[in-house]
Structures are given as C-alpha cells and as structure tokens.
C-alpha cells in the first residue's frame, strides 16, 4: 500500500471546467513533487516544494496552479485545459530533494 | 537539457529467462535510481545506487552505477509473470547540498510469457 494517496484517480473533465487533484503522504517526508506522464514519453517534472515552499516550476503553463499548505499535502489546480493535457498526474514524495522519490498511483485526466 | 537514452524499449521473454535493460546519459550523475510501474500504478523504487560502480541486489534483481557515471543497467534473474511492467531508470546530480531534478527514461516495457 502506497503512502502517498492520490485523489481522484480518474478525471473527465471539459476544458472549460475548474477542478483540482489532490495529494497526501504519510511518510514523514518534506518534499512533494508534481509530474506529467504521457504515453511513450518520459516522466515530466511540474513543480516541487520543499517544506511548503515552491523550488522549482519547470516552465509549466499557468492553466495549472500548484498549492501545498503543508508538507503533507499537495493539490494542482486545473482550469480551461487543452486536450493535450490529458495525462497521467503523478505526485510523490521524498525526505529530502536529494533523497529517492516515491510516487503515489496518480490522476487519470482526460480532456474533452 | 540532461537526457536518459533507455534500451532496450520493450522486452519480450520467456519465463525463467534473464533480463538486462541499461541507461546511459550525456552527462554524469551520481544518483541512479530504476523503478517499475505496473498498470494503474505509480512507479515504485526498485533500487537506488549512489556510487560510481556499486552494484546493488534486490532479491532477482542487480543493478550497478557505472563508472564513468554515465551510465547504469539493471539484470532480473530468472523471470516470473509478476515482472511484467514498465522498469524506468531516472538519474539525479547533487552537489554542494542541492539536488537537480531527476531525469527519468523514457522506459522498457517487460512482457514474460509463459
């Protein structure tokens, strides 16, 4: 059993909607991470926090808005997607950013 | 950017077979980590390797950090059904306390018949 708990783990929504995904660990850890999983391409780093604060935003678009109150929570905010959004949403966690990730089973989300 | 060339991308093997699979990376990194998703699931860590030609067990499964640090392969020894999945490498360089972003493969598919 997994100690990062995604939430939902699937998602259709239309590209004029609102909604967010959601992550929590209980692994005692200070890092959480945000990826997109394609079909046929590597895993794509989002964003990282590191005891609640943002450390990285890999150039992601703006229609995707990241939010950690604390450091065992996560959330990706989600609003007027584009079909190409559709992906795998993975989250995990690590003690620290030099430290082995691990992943909870991720968002399905597809686009409409 | 750093970029992980993944071989081979898909696999298929007769049960009790041995495996390998390898990364090798344009640049060097002195964390190598291999993780296997099954379908529906997230990766899961397998192994993790942190020094220039360590070579790691994890029951059926060795891995070993190259030394040039470009590079890492991963061996399962005498395959099951239950290995089927997707085995990712990712690579990280940390220095000075700080850690860059791992870099992941883009994956080999394993498929065991029986």
């Known amino acids: 059993e997994t100690g990062v708990t995604q939430t939902p783990r699937h998602l259709v929504m239309g590209m004029t909607n609102k909604k967010s995904l959601k992550c929590e660990q209980h692994l005692g850890h200070n890092a959480m991470y945000w990826y997109k999983q394609s079909a046929k391409k590597p895993l794509e780093l989002m964003f990282v926090y590191n005891f609640k604060e943002q450390t990285e935003n890999n150039s992601v678009p703006s229609r995707f808005s990241p939010e950690c109150p604390n450091s065992s929570h996560l959330f990706l905010h989600l609003h007027t997607l584009q079909p190409e959004d559709s992906a795998l949403y993975l989250c995990?966690?690590?003690?620290?950013?030099?430290?082995?990730?691990?992943f909870g089973d991720g968002t399905r989300l597809s686009i409409l | 950017g750093q970029q992980l060339n993944q071989s081979p991308q898909s696999m298929f093997i007769q049960e009790g077979e041995d495996v390998s699979m390898n990364c090798t990376s344009s640049?060097?990194?002195?964390?190598w980590l291999w993780y296997k998703q099954d379908p529906g699931e997230g990766p899961v860590l397998l192994i993790a390797l942190y020094k220039a030609g360590e070579l790691t067990s994890n029951g059926r499964l060795t891995a070993q950090f190259g030394i040039t640090r470009k590079d890492s392969f991963l061996n399962i020894s005498a395959s099951i059904p239950s290995d089927v999945g997707i085995y990712f490498c990712?690579?990280?360089?940390?220095?000075?306390?700080?850690?860059?972003?791992?870099?992941f493969g883009s994956g080999t598919q394993l498929t065991v018949l029986p």
């Open positions: 990712a690579g990280q360089l940390i220095s000075s306390g700080s850690a860059r972003q791992l870099t």
């Open positions: 995990a966690s690590s003690l620290g950013e030099n430290q082995p990730q691990h």
């Open positions: 640049s060097i990194f002195n964390t």
